[in-house]
């Protein structure tokens, strides 16, 4: 293993380490970042899931968040320069609890 | 949810409420016996988990970024003003680290003398064989805990959330047994399609399941917990993850609201959207 000495250690590759990876990569020029995983690509939670995103929250900060990565979504093939895409499919209906009649004795 | 769509309306989700009708309209497969209503969004939806790690990984090496697989950090340490990692084949030396290991996050908070209240929240999936577009918008029940994704190749793939404990990746032997009912509750018009697979997966869940962003009692040491919404959050907390780390800019409000320090002072967050049993 290397000794040299790195800015940033990132301990996970999922979607969250790759991600904060890209963003201090882009944001600063030449700094030193490692990311580790214990397993293979995709192998944890992120490569793993129902894969689906949403707006529909009730609080100020989930909207938020999400808001901003689904507009990432929709230019991810070019911010990532990934021509093929990341097969995203906008159209989601929710049900919440309250929507659903008890049903009847 | 009438006051959800309030909130949403006013930062511009085109989010609309839709009465028994609508829903069965837009997917017949849907039981009306104790249907309501839905809320509908044409904004939200998925995407392949597996091309956006892709798509991020090649960006990120693009960028010079040493990403390696297959290493565990076994240990961590904090000596002379920066970390030392202990790694199988050596250390590796970081001024400053990031913790996304998700579920696992207290293992290695452990090694510095610290914990976080994470949990594992294992979930659980049906592939059915291809079939006739069945279910064409993405079904979200917050009441069977499902989701519902039809893809292009034609299978449907329920992903339902199962309360036990455990981070094995794995399906366990019941789980048909256990989702299925709730499936077909939902979905009666599923009923005759056939499973081709299950596969299990874990994903991380915090006391008031919102994640936790943020400095840590370590200086230099920061967490970055998705509470079950890692994928669908990962672009807007990598900006704001990065702005912290490296440039210390605590700004966005996000930060204030997920902070891990909120589990010490009592400041739980609380998403109607998730708090309505």
């Known amino acids: 293993m290397s000794s040299a000495k790195f800015d940033v250690l990132i301990i996970g590759a999922g979607a969250y380490g790759l991600s904060c990876a890209w963003w201090m990569a882009k944001r600063r020029t030449g700094a030193r970042i490692l990311v580790v995983d214990e397993g293979e690509f995709a192998s944890g939670a992120s490569g793993r899931n129902g894969a689906g995103f949403r707006m529909q929250w009730g609080l100020d900060l989930n909207i938020r968040l999400c808001q901003e990565s689904i ?35 | 949810m009438r006051s ?43 995407i392949s988990p597996f091309l956006l790690l892709d798509s991020l990984l090649k960006a990120c090496r693009r960028e010079k970024v040493d990403v390696r697989y297959g290493t565990r950090v076994e240990k961590l ?54 079939c006739a577009p069945k279910v064409r918008p ?3 029940s917050l009441e069977h805990h499902i989701s519902v994704n039809q893809v292009a190749r034609g299978s449907i793939i329920f992903v339902v959330s199962r309360a036990r404990e455990g981070t094995e990746i794995v399906s366990t032997p019941d789980f048909l047994g256990f989702a299925a009912p709730k499936i077909i509750d939902l979905l009666p018009g599923v009923a005759d399609v056939q499973v081709l697979r299950t596969w299990g997966g874990v994903s991380s869940l915090t006391p008031d399941m919102q994640p936790i962003l943020g400095a840590s009692e370590v200086e230099g040491l920061y967490v970055a917990v998705s509470s079950f919404r890692g994928l669908m959050t990962s672009p807007a907390v990598g900006r704001i993850m990065s702005a912290l780390i490296l ?31």
């Open chain 2, 4 to 46: 959800s769509l309030e909130i949403q309306h006013r930062y511009g989700v085109p989010s609309e409420l839709l009465d028994a009708d609508d829903c069965v309209k837009m997917v017949p497969a849907l039981g009306r016996n104790r249907l309501a209503g839905g809320t509908f969004c044409g904004k939200d939806g998925t």
């Open chain 2, 138 to 140: 993405v079904l979200i």
């Open chain 2, 247 to 277: 440039e210390n800019d605590t700004n966005d409000p996000v930060l204030t609201q997920l902070t891990p320090r909120r589990f010490q002072t009592g400041d739980l967050i609380v998403e109607p959207l998730l708090n309505q049993e």
């Open chain 2, 77 to 130: 340490a904090r000596a002379n003003g920066s970390f030392c990692a202990t790694v199988k084949d050596g250390t590796i030396e970081a001024d400053k680290v990031l913790l996304c290991t998700d579920w696992a996050v207290p293992e290695l908070l452990a090694s510095l003398g610290f914990t976080l209240p994470v949990k594992s929240l294992p979930k659980e999936a049906i592939v059915t064989v291809p």
């Open chain 1, 71 to 105: 507009r990432f979504f929709e230019t991810a093939a070019e911010q990532l320069d990934y021509p093929r895409g990341i097969e995203l499919k906008q159209d989601a209906i929710s049900f919440s609890p309250t929507a659903r009649r008890r049903s009847r004795p």
